[in-house]
């Protein structure tokens, strides 16, 4: 756990370092398989205002062409280093998220939201996402995409819902102890892969409930190509058209925001880079996890 002597941008600095050293092994098998990827969101940012991390920042976002997604999907476990694990919807039942994650096995990383789900418990991470196309006729796809992912949620997640919210929780999760948990990932995975990143006008955010926000969808061409950008001492490849990108989602992305926001999106209630995430899943287990 974080000790008590450690100031939390220490604590930061170090959670930082971790992530690196799991991207340097990501990057090792992207490059021997020339998959192709890019640093978006808040690590795109931070590659472009920082040369590094948001300071405040505690993870990595990494898009990759769904064919390239796929692949790494495929040799990643068998490539990376025994302490890295790929975690997937397909691998992790209560978990609502339409993407991958690398972890650290031999870390702690638990936030708030995951305490209730030992299968969710995990160790410090670089988020592993598809960027697929998005086609001409967005409305419906939008729409498709948001009802598949609602019924991944309420299949998989225990929600704190009332009323038709909670029916359909019920129905959901009763309906996927049948067809199994990943009936709606794999529904959602085969629809919005059927639209080829390299063959449609624009690309999205295919994974967020927010795909039907303008921020979320980009014109192909700003990911036709990339540029190595400077990154806490290495490179990442950002999308060539990275100011328009940046521009898009973050506006006035080089203006920093004010001190009260500047905080990390993740609520982290269990932090250990010392002991692996199994060692606090079995403590729950036994209803010995104090926090």
Same mark, same amino acid.
């Given at each position: 756990?974080?000790?008590?002597?450690?100031?939390?941008?220490?604590?930061?600095?170090?959670?930082?370092?971790?992530?690196?050293?799991?991207?340097?092994?990501?990057?090792?098998?992207?490059?021997?398989?020339?998959?192709?990827?890019?640093?978006?969101?808040?690590?795109?940012?931070?590659?472009?205002?920082?040369?590094?991390?948001?300071?405040?920042?505690?993870?990595?976002?990494?898009?990759?062409?769904?064919?390239?997604?796929?692949?790494?999907?495929?040799?990643?476990?068998?490539?990376?280093?025994?302490?890295?694990?790929?975690?997937?919807?397909?691998?992790?039942?209560?978990?609502?998220? $339409?993407?991958?994650?690398?972890?650290?096995?031999?870390?702690?990383?638990?936030?708030?939201?995951?305490?209730?789900?030992?299968?969710?418990?995990?160790?410090?991470?670089?988020?592993?996402?598809? $960027?697929?196309?998005?086609?001409?006729?967005?409305?419906?796809?939008?729409?498709?995409?948001?009802?598949?992912?609602?019924?991944?949620?309420?299949?998989?997640?225990?929600?704190?819902?009332?009323?038709?919210?909670?029916?359909?929780?019920?129905?959901?999760?009763?309906?996927?102890?049948?067809?199994?948990?990943?009936?709606?990932?794999?529904?959602?995975?085969?629809?919005?892969?059927?639209?080829?990143?390299?063959?449609? #006008?624009?690309?999205?955010?295919?994974?967020?409930?927010?795909?039907?926000?303008?921020?979320?969808?980009?014109? #192909?061409?700003?990911?036709?190509?990339?540029?190595?950008?400077?990154?806490?001492?290495?490179?990442?490849?950002?999308?060539?058209?990275?100011?328009?990108?940046?521009?898009?989602?973050?506006?006035?992305?080089?203006? $920093?925001?004010?001190?009260?926001?500047?905080?990390?999106?993740?609520?982290?209630?269990?932090?250990?880079?010392?002991?692996?995430?199994?060692?606090?899943?079995? $403590?729950?287990?036994?209803?010995?996890? #104090?926090?």
């Amino acid at each position: 756990m974080e000790k008590e002597n450690t100031s939390a941008m220490s604590d930061n600095q170090a959670v930082q370092n971790e992530i690196l050293n799991i991207f340097t092994e990501i990057k090792k098998i992207m490059e021997r398989h020339n998959l192709r990827y890019f640093a978006i969101g808040g690590t795109c940012l931070g590659a472009v205002r920082h040369e590094g991390f948001i300071p405040w920042d505690n993870d990595m976002d990494i898009a990759m062409p769904e064919k390239d997604y796929a692949e790494f999907l495929r040799v990643a476990p068998q490539e990376l280093p025994a302490h890295l694990k790929l975690r997937t919807p397909e691998n992790t039942p209560s978990s609502a998220a $339409l993407y991958s994650k690398v972890q650290n096995i031999r870390t702690t990383y638990i936030e708030e939201h995951e305490l209730e789900h030992t299968d969710l418990y995990k160790g410090v991470f670089v988020d592993i996402m598809p $960027l697929c196309g998005v086609p001409a006729k967005r409305k419906l796809y939008c729409k498709m995409n948001w009802l598949f992912h609602e019924f991944n949620i309420y299949a998989r997640c225990h929600l704190k819902e009332t009323g038709i919210k909670k029916a359909m929780n019920r129905i959901l999760r009763r309906f996927s102890r049948i067809a199994g948990s990943n009936f709606f990932y794999h529904k959602w995975y085969h629809y919005v892969t059927k639209y080829k990143f390299d063959t449609e #006008k624009y690309v999205g955010y295919v994974w967020s409930l927010h795909i039907t926000a303008d921020s979320r969808l980009f014109l #192909k061409e700003w990911f036709a190509d990339y540029v190595d950008m400077p990154f806490a001492g290495t490179t990442v490849r950002c999308p060539v058209g990275w100011h328009d990108y940046l521009t898009k989602q973050f506006h006035n992305y080089m203006e $920093l925001p004010p001190e009260e926001q500047r905080a990390s999106g993740h609520h982290v209630v269990l932090l250990d880079l010392e002991r692996p995430y199994a060692y606090y899943a079995d $403590l729950a287990k036994k209803g010995e996890l #104090k926090v």
